[in-house]
């Protein structure tokens, strides 16, 4: 998990009111400790056990994720890695019907 990112999140996320995260079904508290602990969060040793095809999936302009993406492809023995063009962050918004090929042609096989 990208740390630093989680960190400024976490400070972004503080000082958001709490009407925010309950639209999303979280307390304010829930919520940032939920991003806490994601920072320890380290499955690297445990990726070569993944027996089952896998996609990877992320978007070409997604600098916080891309290389995790691209470590996640080749330590999966099984993944396909897709990178989605002209797309960041939010794939699905910004690359719906790329995504949608994506997948089904995934799940097809």
């Known amino acids: 998990m990208p740390k630093l ?5 976490n400070v972004i996320f503080r000082v ?3 009407g925010v995260f309950q639209k999303m079904g979280f307390s304010k508290n829930d919520f940032i400790q939920l991003t ?3 920072m ?4 690297s040793k445990d990726l070569k ?6 996609l ?11 290389k995790a993406a691209i470590s996640l492809g080749k330590c999966i023995a099984q993944a396909e890695l897709q990178m989605v063009k002209d797309a960041g962050h939010e ?8 995504l949608a090929e994506i ?3 995934f799940y097809l096989k």
């Open 103 to 105: 997948l089904e042609i």
């Open 49 to 54: 056990k993944v027996a089952c095809d896998t």
């Open 16 to 18: 958001l009111p709490k």
């Open 56 to 66: 990877v999936i992320c978007g070409e302009k997604d600098k916080a994720n891309k």
């Open 40 to 43: 320890d969060i380290n499955f």
């Open 5 to 9: 990112l989680l960190k400024v999140q």
């Open 91 to 98: 794939v699905n918004v910004e690359a719906p019907k790329q």
């Open 36 to 38: 806490n602990s994601m």
